[in-house]
T-cell receptor, first 110, second 111 residues
């Protein structure tokens, strides 16, 4: 059974600092890995999808890396802003299903 | 383009009542999913449909049934609601090796 772990569970940083969010998974046989953002009381919004053949994916201030062999992905958010405050979830897709981590709740202090 | 639409957004049920949560997507996704989200438990897969005409159990299927009515619609039924089914329910759609799109959720309380 695929286990997905996100550490830390919560993170608080001052505005302008770079954010580093970690995701680890136990089974490296995946099709892709996805990062999502969830605001309180809302649904999930897709941020980045990394195919299993890729090492990283970038979108604006966001960069996600994938190391399948070690079962790890890292989401970097550059120059954080208060609007980046949310819960960030990673999910791996080994077949038709997405397995989620519990998320990292980020607070960016103005 | 509405994406993934869930109805209702909020619902209160009494123990033992039944209800159906509706989900529709207009993104031509092959696969559709039902998750529940509970504090401290993350998102757990209830049922999924890899393609039209197929459904399979996820991690926590007990107490639920699903129907993939057509490619667009995937409903979740609670036959006899229990307080343990109080949760936020999310429907999602995903294409082959593409990103998943989620609905806004249904907040269900069973009293």
């Amino acid at each position: 059974k695929q286990e997905v772990t996100q550490i830390p569970a919560a993170l608080s940083v001052p505005e302008g600092e770079n954010l580093v969010l970690n995701c680890s998974f136990t089974d490296s046989a995946i099709y892709n890995l996805q990062w999502f953002r969830q605001d309180p009381g809302k649904g999930l919004t897709s941020l980045l999808l990394i195919q299993s053949s890729q090492r990283e994916q970038t979108s604006g201030r966001l960069n996600a890396s994938l190391d399948k062999s070690s079962g790890r992905s890292t989401l970097y958010i550059a120059a954080s802003q208060p609007g980046d405050s949310a819960t960030y979830l990673c999910a791996v897709c080994p077949d038709y299903k997405l397995s989620f981590g519990a998320g990292t709740t980020v607070t960016v202090r103005a | 383009n509405a994406g993934v639409t869930q109805t209702p957004k909020f619902q209160v049920l009494k123990t033992g009542q039944s209800m159906t949560l509706q989900c529709a997507q207009d993104m031509n996704h092959n696969s559709m999913y039902w998750y529940r989200q509970d504090p401290g438990m993350g998102l757990r897969l209830i049922y999924y449909s890899a393609s039209e005409g197929t459904t399979d159990k996820g991690e926590v299927p007990n107490g639920y049934n699903v129907s993939r009515l057509n490619k667009r619609e995937f409903s979740l039924r609670l036959e006899s609601a229990a307080p343990s089914q109080t949760s936020v329910y999310f429907c999602a759609g995903m294409g082959v090796n593409t990103e998943a799109f989620f609905g806004q959720g249904t907040r269900l309380t069973v009293v």
